[in-house]
């Protein structure tokens, strides 16, 4: 199922379309990007928490549990428009490497070393470890080196590929340490020295262009360690040179429609083995962030969150005894706060909004 190689690789590839909402041969993104059609959902979502500043987009859908067919929506914003997604795409590469292991490509026992080249920003798992504990490590603590040594273990191409394959509207190309290295204008031996511009001509790059130059970012990433990465961000997110189209440019990115149908796929485990999967959907259930006592009830809730400087993603899936599932992406960047503190300190109360706009999906 995995074969990420050979015809399906090249058909991606030559599709040579420019980046998702960036017209080919244009300067460079433009505000709001779209992708995908234009989407009308069933219902209306709540007004969000005050403390909520920023673009948001919300998505919510009931899926048909065989098929994943949509039942009925709810939404909020403009669900095709392309948001920067925080590290709620770690799930999506935890499951390619699961992929790995069933195919025999990893093994479970598979021991990755961390070192000063491939150690990212803020804490990280020390000496030697196994896939199993990185990659519960990055879905339940999101550990960045976690999900930056799984990510180069599946491939930069591959684990781009196979998202894209999945869901063309978004894009998991670079490392988080090789995206905020671009921020902090550390990649400048890739990109150049002036980072609107390098940003703006990486992001308007047809596929398989971008994809190389990816490469090439994530390889020079190595260059510098966590901390100096550390240093070298937070003068951009508080200084003149701030934009968001260069975040958009360098991050991960989806539109809210785009992003819950690929968690509908991807989050239940479906695509692994029993095994696998039991471990999958065991770290997503422990994940950021569910009620501790959730009104809707529910059989299993998997759920990843993920913030960062002016920057909030809350993704997840719901099962509930009587056999319906749910998925949803609540998207939210460009914001006022400008701390991952701060951004943090609103989860609960986004969180509890997210629930009474899934109890209104399901009728209750």
Known sequence: MIGFAGAWLTAVILIGDAAPGVPAGSAGPRAPQVCGETVSPTLTASALPRSVTGRV?????????????????????ALNEVYAVASTYKPLVVELALRDVDTGRLKLNTVFTT?????????????????????KRAIVQSDNTAGDILQQAVGTQRVAVGVRWRSPCTSVLLTGKAAWAAQGSLQSAVLGDDLPAGAQRYAA??????????????????????????RAIDPYFRGPLYDPRIDLAVQHT????????????????????PA????????????????KTSVLKVSYWGAKAGSGWRLLTLTGLVETPDGRTFAYAYLNDGSDTL????????IPAVVAWIERNLLTLAGR
């Open 254 to 273: 989806s539109t809210a429609k785009a992003y819950a149908d690929l968690v509908a796929r991807v989050y239940g485990g479906n695509n692994l083995k």
């Open 339 to 346: 701390e991952s503190e701060d951004m943090e300190a609103q």
């Open 276 to 291: 696998t999967s039991r471990l999958f959907r065991g770290w997503l259930s422990e994940g950021c962030c569910h009620p």
């Open 115 to 135: 070192t000063a080249a491939n150690r990212s920003i803020e804490v990280y798992p020390p000496g030697r470890n196994t896939l199993a504990t990185l990659a």
């Open 57 to 77: 987009a919300f998505y919510a859908a009931e899926y048909e549990p065989s098929t994943l067919r949509v039942l009925s929506s709810i939404g909020l914003g």
């Open 205 to 230: 790059l047809a596929f398989g262009e971008r994809l190389a130059t990816a490469t090439r970012l994530n390889a020079n990433a190595a260059t510098f360690t966590g901390p100096e990465v550390e």
